[in-house]
């Protein structure tokens, strides 16, 4: 059996967890085709932190608490960037993840492809799924916001939205700057067109899904495709298990709920991706229309449950 998951970064590092035992269970091949709309560019260097997030945590090498960069990390290079003044300070990169920024960037000036950077470094951490970034061409999510009483709209990247404003400004829309240039990553149409099933990681529906769709010809891939498609829901009882679901939705109208979001990616019958869709039991009354609902525990506690989630999206199927 195939699986390809789309998924982002700290949620859907851990979802990767339980995908990877369960294919071991079972004898699957696993394809994650991850969002790259969070990288940025940082002291010169290509920082991609949902792919980071994915490698590291499948490879054991991921800060369990954070979920994102390095475990037993230190500062030392942050804070001599911060004696020179050297900005962005809101951004920290540790000594060790610097390293695979060094490599990647490296890499990168030579000419190779996010792709095969991505597959080089996957080496070393031997995540155990195959890893593609969704493209291999700029993507970046921007976000529209405004000062806090008004005045004129600027578009900053999602980074400083996220980290350095923790969402709490004003904020109009959501741009995927380059999506509409952009061009499946060598391997995930094939991964996709050759899948029994793809998952829709319990990632940010908004910030992390959303831009692995944009992607053209990706979104129809999956719909267009012979696999069956189950998402999971990001959104218990009304909240989002991490991260700022509930603050991206808002601005999207979008009601902070299992149907919300099942709504959002919409039924396949009615043009839009889901065959299932997986909820927890605070959630079972959901409806999404032309979408079979199933309610079981989504709390990734740890590998065995998250596996026993994945068995409950296979079994939609
Ligand atoms: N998140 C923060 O809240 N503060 C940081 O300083 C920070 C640094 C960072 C460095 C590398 C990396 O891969 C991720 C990092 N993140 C940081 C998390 C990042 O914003 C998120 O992982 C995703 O972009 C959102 O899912």
């Not at 008004?150 to 996220?162: S, T, V």
């Not at 908004?206 to 990706?218: K, M, T």
């Amino acid at each position: 059996m195939r699986i390809v998951v789309l998924a982002g970064g700290i949620g859907g590092a851990r979802f990767l967890l339980g995908v990877r035992a369960y294919a071991r269970e079972v004898g699957a091949e696993v394809t994650a085709v991850v969002n790259v709309g969070d990288d940025l560019y940082l002291h010169g260097l290509k920082v991609c932190p949902d792919l980071d997030s994915v490698m590291y945590t499948l490879g054991g090498g991921a800060d369990p608490e954070r979920g994102w960069g390095r475990a037993g990390e230190t500062w030392t290079v942050k804070s001599e960037l911060a004696a020179y003044g050297a900005e962005p300070s809101w951004f920290g990169l540790g000594d060790r993840d610097l390293a695979t920024h060094l490599v990647r960037t490296t890499m990168l000036s030579g000419g190779y492809p996010l792709s095969a950077v991505t597959e080089a470094l996957a080496t070393r951490w031997q995540p155990g799924v195959r890893l593609l970034p969704a493209t291999d061409d700029r993507l970046e999510t921007h976000v529209v916001v405004s000062d806090p009483g008004g005045g004129d709209q600027r578009a900053i990247h999602f980074q400083e939205w996220w980290v350095r404003h923790r969402a709490e400004i004003p904020t109009h829309r959501f741009v995927f700057v380059g999506a509409e240039s952009a061009k499946p990553a060598p391997g995930v149409l094939d991964a996709v067109g050759a899948a029994d099933v793809v998952l829709l990681a319990p990632s940010n529906p908004v910030v992390s899904i959303a831009p692995i769709l944009a992607v053209p010809g990706l979104r129809e891939a999956v719909a267009d495709g012979s696999a069956r498609v189950v998402g999971i829901s990001p959104i218990i009882g009304g909240a989002a298990v991490r991260g700022m679901a509930d603050r991206c939705l808002a601005v999207l109208g979008v009601e902070c709920s299992a149907a919300g979001v099942g709504g959002l990616y919409g039924g396949r019958a009615a043009g839009g991706l889901l065959d299932g869709w997986l909820v927890a039991p605070e959630d079972e009354e959901t409806v999404v229309p032309d979408v079979t609902v199933r309610a079981v525990p989504l709390r990734m506690t740890d590998e065995a449950a998250t596996a026993a989630m994945v068995r409950a999206a296979l079994e939609l199927t």
